[in-house]
């Protein structure tokens, strides 16, 4: 089974995935763990996932705002 596979077939979620890679790229040494957690330290990175955790909360509080708004009407 090809490595990607995992990811295709999906029986982990991404994140998992993620920690799983690096940690085995550590154990067998093909990275350092400065090149490893390099991608952390991006500030366009974090913009990115701040991004869509604002959308999440903001799609959530919208419906439940809007739901409220139609039952108290």
Do not use: N
């Not at 913009?47 to 919208?62: D, I, N, T």
């Amino acid at each position: 089974m090809p490595p990607h596979a995992g990811l295709v077939l999906e029986p982990l979620p991404v994140g998992a995935w993620a920690l799983i890679c690096t940690a085995a790229l550590l154990a067998s040494g093909a990275v350092t763990f400065d090149q490893a957690m390099s991608g952390c330290a991006s500030e366009s990175i974090w913009l990115v996932v701040v991004a869509f955790f604002f959308a999440k909360v903001w799609a959530c509080m919208r419906r439940d705002a809007t739901s409220l708004f139609l039952l108290a009407g």
